[in-house]
């Protein structure tokens, strides 16, 4: 499985990205896509998740601002991202879970850096 993530950039405070992760390979049908963001220093934090069912799961701190979506027959996630904060910079980490066997498994594509910087 292979993840590619494409959007990232410099933006300043309260524009916004669009960012695209598209997966490839072997993936089960069910499953659950979603953004994970890394600021220096800091550890791997959830973003936003939506699985194939159409659930959701937001970050506090995103909810409102941030937006994800999916094409399941391309095997697409996306993140809208609104009124962005200098908060919001770090590097964002595009992942697809699923079971297999019993065990889950995660695949995680490059990165794709955002700064909100003025």
């Known amino acids: 499985v292979q993840l590619q993530a494409s959007g990232g950039g410099l933006v300043q405070p309260g524009g916004s990205l669009r960012l695209s992760c598209a997966a490839s390979?072997?993936?089960?049908?069910?499953?659950?896509m979603g953004w994970y963001r890394q600021a220096p220093g800091k550890q791997r934090d959830l973003v936003a998740t939506?699985?194939?069912?159409?659930?959701?799961n937001y970050a506090v701190s995103v909810k409102g601002r941030f937006t994800i979506s999916r094409d399941s027959a391309k095997n697409t996630v996306y993140l809208q991202m609104n009124n962005l904060k200098p908060e919001d910079t770090a590097v964002y980490y595009c992942?697809?879970?699923?079971?297999?066997?019993?065990?889950?498994?995660?695949?995680w594509g490059q990165g794709t850096l955002v700064t909100v910087s003025s």
């Open positions: 390979g072997s993936i089960r049908s069910s499953n659950v």
């Open positions: 939506m699985s194939t069912g159409g659930g959701t």
């Open positions: 992942n697809v879970y699923f079971i297999v066997a019993g065990s889950g498994i995660d695949y």
